[in-house]
């Protein structure tokens, strides 16, 4: 019976020593996570890149999709983000100014361009042919919440659609909503991001005509910044995230995806 007990006893310290050491090897290969709040048009990138990174780094990366608008409002009411990609500038600009965001981590990281989509439309495609269409028929993301909706009332205001028109427009909460709208005949007709085109060609589960898309490539980019946010100024993976942006593979990964890029000495000052 004493013989049992000295061998249990005798086992239970060895598990312990081996948990222990266990705990001691877990402690020192910690992994250092982020929170990476992305543009919902940024998505796929974003995903993308955050593969690059694991692959290359310790780190782990969390990311988390919606509209500009609200990704801010989230991180102004104390959502634990700890990288913001908005699809403008303007936001990132303001949590600076609000003192949500470190100031030197703001930077461009990829220019989006708009475009309308129209299946069936007949050709060519213009902005002044929506006029034949039912405001019900035209989808757009909210002006309010997504950079994207913004740029595509701004075109349809330059064109000359009254109030009335545009206040008909069926607004749905981000971008990529706009494509599922469109392909799915809801509408017959939404202002789309550049990158959308792209992920459906890598997917193959939405069929995209090109002819069927008027590219507004005379109109100004879509500027999208980043900014680190305070929480995050010790989070190693979150700083590795904002200097990798620049490195030469991530900016294939994100100009392969429909993006447009500016020069680097630019890029961190726009």
Request: charged share 20%; with cysteine; glycine share 6%.
């Amino acid at each position: 019976m004493r013989l049992n007990r000295l061998v249990i006893g005798a086992l239970v310290i060895v598990v312990a020593m081996l948990w222990g050491g266990a705990m001691v090897v877990s402690a020192e290969r910690s992994v250092v996570e982020a929170r990476i709040a992305v543009a919902a048009n940024f998505r796929d990138t974003a995903e993308a890149i955050a593969l690059h990174l694991e692959a290359h780094s310790d780190y782990r990366y969390d990311i988390i999709v919606g509209s500009t608008g609200k990704l801010a409002s989230q991180i102004i009411n104390g959502a634990p983000f700890d990288v913001l990609m908005a699809a403008d500038r303007v936001r990132p600009q303001r949590l600076v100014e609000e003192g949500f965001a470190v100031a030197d981590s703001l930077r461009t990281y990829a220019l989006g361009e708009l475009g309308l989509w129209w299946p069936e439309a007949g050709q060519p495609i213009a902005i002044s042919d929506l006029s034949a269409l039912d405001p019900r028929d035209i989808c757009l993301a909210n002006p309010t919440l997504a950079p994207y909706g913004n740029a595509a009332l701004t075109v349809l205001r330059e064109a000359g659609f009254s109030e009335t028109v545009l206040a008909g427009l069926v607004r749905v909460d981000n971008v990529n909503l706009v494509t599922a709208m469109v392909a799915q005949r809801q509408v017959r007709a939404g202002f789309i991001a550049r990158s959308a085109r792209v992920v459906a060609s890598k997917r193959d589960n939405v069929l995209m005509n090109e002819t069927e898309i008027l590219w507004l490539s005379d109109h100004e980019p879509i500027d999208q910044a980043l900014v680190l946010l305070n929480r995050a100024q010790e989070n190693a993976a979150a700083h590795f995230w904002v200097e990798q942006i620049n490195h030469p593979a991530i900016r294939a990964l994100i100009q392969a995806d429909g993006y447009q890029l500016r020069p680097l000495e630019s890029a961190r000052g726009r």
